[in-house]
């Protein structure tokens, strides 16, 4: 059965937010309801939508894979989305990635055996100042990374097992100046950010 086979009063609610002659502006909506159930979103899935809107698959996964919000195959529990632009590329998103991607044993498209790790590079997540970070499923944000932050979050997410998140301790990083030149950035509780990477 398809997924909105049993879902005509939803469809039909998504559908009248736009006008009549306007199907495709519901792409959106459609897309995140299949990928809030399913956790990605197969090819069959944006045929359903592509038909529903009136459009063609090719041009729902155009618009599908502009976003990293969506994902076109299963994601673990934990997604972790490794920003990979350029403040957080300057303090380290590289070794980061490649460090998470050498301790699950995984890639890009992967989930692990367990079921509770992906991974995916993704652009800037509009918190510069707090680089290197990474977006972890569809909320939580965990910042100032550093090798040891990374592993205490890997050990809480694989304790949690559930997919539900620690509070995320987001601490504005403090210059530490010298001559009036910037030497290092700490976090509050005095931890350095990026280099330690
Ligand atoms: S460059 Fe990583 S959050 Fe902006």
Not at 130 to 142: E, F, I
């Amino acid at each position: 059965m398809s997924f909105f086979t049993n879902k005509q009063p939803l469809v039909a609610d998504i559908l009248s937010r736009y006008p009549a002659n306007r199907k495709r502006s519901a792409v959106m909506p459609l897309l995140r309801e299949v990928q809030n159930a399913e956790g990605y979103v197969s090819d069959a899935a944006c045929a359903e939508i592509a038909a529903i809107i009136e459009s063609t698959a090719t041009e729902v996964k155009s618009v599908m894979s502009f976003y990293s919000t969506y994902s076109s195959s299963p994601t673990g529990k934990y997604h972790l989305q490794v920003c990979m632009t350029l403040s957080c590329a300057l303090q380290g998103s590289d070794q980061m990635w490649d460090y998470l991607c050498e301790t699950l044993d995984i890639g890009v498209g992967d989930v692990t055996p367990d079921g509770l790790f992906s991974v995916q590079k993704v652009e800037c997540l509009g918190s510069c100042g707090t680089a290197p970070l990474m977006q972890v499923s569809d909320s939580g944000y965990y910042e100032c990374l550093t090798k040891k932050r990374l592993n205490a979050l890997l050990a809480d997410f694989k304790a949690r097992g559930d997919g539900s998140l620690p509070e995320s301790d987001v601490k504005a990083p403090v210059f530490i100046q010298k001559n009036g030149d910037v030497v290092q950035q700490i976090t509050a509780d005095g931890m350095p950010v990026g280099g330690a990477l």
